[in-house]
């Protein structure tokens, strides 16, 4: 079966960290683009990061120099390392995996179910 | 980055057509993607590229593009499609992801 699973989330003090992980199965992650998406409680959805097949990442404004996200080939997965965590990091997240079909067609088709990051003292 | 915008909330009569919109300048460069989702789930993928329906999404979503804008149709809603709905965009460098705030659309 083709699906993500994310595990690591929790409860973490402000200025913390966690380490969240998106396990595949079913495809390689390395030759797709993966994404992490973040939805706080009652609000919108809000892009966190992506990796692109050739390994280059890209961050949101919000969360640029605290996250990082990589990728374990050998275990096809994705993480996403979440430093100095703020209150407003609260959320769940998201796992997505990326299809690009040409420069201005790309979709996000495949979702994973969420993980809840809390950060709170 | 860039923005992209969406009526926050949208009534529709059941059976009847309903437009979603997206506006922003991304759109001119990039299709846009739609996603439903529903309370206490994960989104899931309605529409992509030109318009384009992955399997399993009923014909009566369709989308449109047309300069700044995208647009999300269902014709003829079903009490299931009540949800949210959140356009995304490439921003301007192509590298970072924009969702739009999101509708949430009722079926009266």
């Known amino acids: 079966e083709v699906q993500v699973v994310e595990t690591g989330g929790g409860l973490s003090q402000p200025g913390g960290s966690l380490r969240l992980s998106c396990a595949a199965s079913?495809?390689?992650?390395?030759?797709?683009?993966m994404s992490w998406v973040r939805q706080a409680p009652g609000k919108g959805l809000e892009w966190v990061s992506v990796i692109y097949s050739d390994g280059r990442t890209y961050y949101a404004d919000s969360v640029k120099g605290r996250f990082t996200i990589s990728r374990d080939n050998s275990k096809n997965t994705v993480y996403l390392q979440m430093n100095r965590l703020r209150a407003e990091d609260t959320a769940v997240y998201y796992c997505?995996?990326?299809?690009?079909?040409?420069?201005?067609?790309?979709?996000?088709?495949?979702w994973g179910r969420g993980i809840l990051v809390t950060v709170s003292s | 980055s860039s923005e992209v915008t969406q009526d926050p909330a949208v009534s529709v009569a059941l059976g009847q057509t309903v437009r979603i919109t997206c506006q922003g300048d991304s759109l001119r460069n990039y299709y846009a993607s739609w996603y439903q989702q529903k309370p206490g789930q994960a989104p899931i993928l309605v529409i992509y590229?030109?318009?384009n329906r992955p399997s399993g999404i009923p014909d009566r979503f369709s989308g449109s593009s047309s300069g700044n804008t995208a647009s999300l149709t269902i014709t003829g809603a079903q009490a299931e499609d009540e949800a949210d709905y959140y356009c995304n965009c490439r921003d301007s460098s192509g590298n970072q992801r924009v969702f739009g705030g999101g509708t949430k659309l009722t079926v009266l």
């Open positions: 590229g030109k318009n």
């Open positions: 997505a995996r990326e299809e690009v079909e040409t420069t201005m067609v790309w979709y996000f088709d495949l």
């Open positions: 079913g495809f390689t992650v390395s030759t797709n683009y």
